[in-house]
């Protein structure tokens, strides 16, 4: 019994010990990653709308003046959108909104007794650290990320 709980600590142990070094996930060289990241954003990140994104009004003020053009631009909570960069992320350019509006545009012009708040969706990524004992791989893991994909318009929380 006593040996049974020692070599069941033992194997614990290693495992914790091999689990931190890196041990047991899968290294992949250049190639492979590049196969596996294609196929993930393939599925994952099909360019559904294109990159035209980022033109368009900077301010509530544009935004309320011009009402037209792409959707982000005719909401009654207009975005722009922004570029978040990372290199060790697939994938490495992720478009999220930002609200253009403290209030939201009504008859024109902006409607403080309304808020613009961001819509937030949590996103699958891939990422990737240098493999632990062969520099010239990598460790992919699966992860998750909050963008904002949008603004919508609410009444504010305080009032009845
Ligand atoms: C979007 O994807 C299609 C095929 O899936 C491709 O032909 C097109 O060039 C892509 N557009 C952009 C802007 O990446
Ligand atoms: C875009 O986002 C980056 C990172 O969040 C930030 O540093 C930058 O100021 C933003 N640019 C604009 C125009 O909002
Ligand atoms: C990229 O993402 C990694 C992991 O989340 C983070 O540690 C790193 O600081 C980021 N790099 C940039 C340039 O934001
Ligand atoms: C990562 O996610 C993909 C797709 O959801 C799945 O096929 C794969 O098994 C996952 N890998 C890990 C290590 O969780």
Redesign the pocket.
Known sequence: MTRWVSLHMISLGSLLFFAAAGWGSTCLSEDKLNKRVERFE?TYW??LS??QKLEGAQTCVEAAAEMRGAMNRRSLSPWKYNISRNDSRFPHEIAFAKCLCNGCIINGREDTSYNSVPVVVKLVVLRKTPCPWDKTKFVVKNDSEAIAVGCTCVVPKSSN
Do not use: A
């Open positions: 393939r099909s360019n294109s990159y």
